[in-house]
């Protein structure tokens, strides 16, 4: 299929965004500006607005008849795709919040989940659930029963027309069951301040929270992305990054905040496809974390192509070491790239570097987007001199209102109306940020970010351990990759690596088990019994 050709002359970003109350008039008001522009490119179809507006206001219309109510919460466990924002924006209009799920979460991972925050829906696709083994003829699946008592509807995009043989009554079928729903805006009356996401990420704790973002956040954060990357409804982006992390469903809102376009393509592992699919497509834009564009340096032909409208590359989700910030700018120019800063608790973005500073500045985060402050703090929260190192914190209404369910955790990052990133940064005389450290004992995982506890608790469940420690260590592609300190009982160390390969692939997401294992006879430790993990660093 030939790619809808990308106009020369640039376009205003959609007035109508401007006066936005809530998320989806992102895909309304576009829906109503360009009804039939070709905005969603996705399994080699493009669908336009007015597609999408149809499908969504249909799913929300059947949500509501299944009993959603405004502030039930709604988990999407599905990959990239049209069904993904079809469902998206339907939970919104509905009134409902959306759960997002990794696709590579294990079933534990998604109890926890929704027992945390009480899912009453979930919405999946049988892609989604052949990929992990879970959906086979006379299968129900056993969703409902595995995952959470609290999950009363499951809806299924799939082929099916009616219930296999042996499913659960509870499962609904897409989009089958869709073609009896008006397709009118059932317009649920919503509020800016109202919870319009709850978005999971690894805490301090070793489980899971959920940072609680509000239209107000999400729309106040998607006005200053566009703003800053001159957003408008020429833009066609290329997204590899998955809706479920909150960089990839920044730029869902963004393009179509301004009616822009969303090019999907889930083949990663096949770099070389994905670089075919920009240049047919005629992309202006492409974003990525640091092992995207390692990837795209050392493992494709990223160098042979031409990408005739790209304008702008992104980069977020950790740091990217200088010298491969030097090789993505030269290898997309004369494409500008911005380096990014931000965090899930913020609705995405909290500063940027512009292209043009980008030569003098190189390793540095930038300085705030529009509408938020961000700065280099002490332990109280005042600025620090520039040189000195502190905490970097933020404030704006981009800021999320707290995480669910978990008020210690809360209190820990929301202090005196500062969100504490728990990221080490310097300031310099300019004013621009430069990271140089973290209190917290995370590991950043090509953009995911990942508790070193819930490893070792997990590492802990095999009987032949008797210690473990995890940190992160540098790696070409992800970025930093966890390595595993173990002591463990002598009849195991020759077998222990291969055995616990296994084990913690039923307890832990594929990005999270260790890369590289090192066998102690001990690990150090304080005089209080404390693994010292700065000596392991």
């Known amino acids: ?40 490119f996705a399994n080699e179809k493009w669908y336009s607005f007015a597609e999408l507006e149809t499908s969504a206001n249909q799913l929300a219309n059947l949500l509501l008849r299944l ?4 502030g039930d919460r709604a988990g999407l466990y599905l990959e990239n795709s049209m069904e993904y924002v079809v469902t998206y924006y339907a939970i919104l209009k509905a009134g409902g919040i959306t759960v997002a799920l990794n696709t590579e979460n294990t079933d534990n991972d998604i109890a926890y989940i929704a027992d945390d925050c009480g899912i009453r829906f979930i919405i999946t696709s049988e892609r989604t659930m052949r990929n992990r083994g879970s959906f086979g003829a006379g299968s129900d699946m056993g969703m409902s029963q595995n995952w959470s008592a ?16 042996g ?26 301040v109202d919870v319009a996401s709850i978005v999971y990420t690894s805490g301090s704790t070793g489980k899971p929270r959920g940072a609680v973002l509000t239209h107000l956040n999400i729309v106040s954060n ?14 066609r982006v290329m997204a590899v990054l998955p809706f479920y992390y909150i960089y990839g469903k920044s730029l869902l809102n963004t393009h179509f905040g301004v009616g822009a376009s969303v090019v999907i393509d889930n ?28 990837i795209l340096l050392r493992r494709s032909s990223l160098k042979a192509h031409k990408f005739a409208k790209l304008r702008y590359v992104t980069q977020a989700g950790g740091a990217m070491a200088p010298a491969i910030q030097k090789e993505v700018a030269e290898a997309f120019a004369p494409a500008k790239l911005y380096v990014m800063y931000g965090a899930t608790e913020a609705s995405a973005r909290l500063s940027y570097l512009d292209p043009c500073d980008l030569p003098r500045k190189w390793g540095s985060i930038g300085k705030a987007i529009p509408n938020v402050d961000l700065f280099v703090a002490d332990g109280s929260g ?15 209404s981009n800021i999320m209102s707290g995480y669910w369910n978990h008020p210690e955790e809360t209190d820990r990052v929301l202090k005196n109306g500062l969100y504490y990133t728990g990221d080490l940064g310097r300031m310099d005389e300019e004013g621009f940020i430069f990271v140089v450290g973290r209190t917290k004992d995370m590991i950043k995982i090509g953009g995911n970010r990942v508790s070193a506890k819930e490893i070792e608790d997990a590492i802990y469940e095999h009987s032949a351990v008797i210690e473990a420690a995890v940190i992160g260590i540098s790696d070409d592609v992800l970025g930093e990759a966890p390595k595993a300190y173990l002591v463990v009982k002598k009849e195991h160390i020759q077998t222990i690596v291969e055995e616990l390969l296994v084990f913690l692939q039923q307890r832990l997401a594929i990005y999270k088990i260790p890369k590289v294992y090192e066998i102690r006879d001990a690990l150090p430790k304080n005089e209080s019994g404390k693994i010292q993990k700065l000596k392991l660093k």
């Open 1 to 40: 299929m030939r790619s809808p050709s990308t106009s020369s002359k640039r376009v205003p970003h959609l007035p109508a965004m401007k006066y936005t109350k809530y998320v989806p008039s992102f895909l309304e008001d576009s829906a109503e500006a360009y009804p039939e522009k070709p905005t969603l």
């Open 67 to 70: 009993g959603m109510r405004r």
């Open 150 to 165: 609290s999950i009363q509807n499951v809806l299924v995009w799939s082929a099916q027309p009616a219930h296999e043989p």
């Open 167 to 192: 499913a659960a009554e509870e499962i609904v079928f897409l989009p089958a069951a869709l073609e009896s729903e008006t397709p009118v805006n059932p317009r649920v009356r919503v509020i800016d």
């Open 222 to 235: 998607t006005r200053s992305i566009v703003d800053y990357l001159n957003l408008t409804a020429d833009d």
């Open 267 to 294: 083949r990663f592992l096949y770099p070389n496809v994905v670089l075919q699919t920009m240049e047919k497509q005629e992309v202006t834009g492409f974003a990525g974390v640091p092992s995207t564009f390692t």
């Open 382 to 396: 005042q600025p620090v001199p520039a040189g000195q190192d502190g905490e970097i914190v933020a404030r704006g």
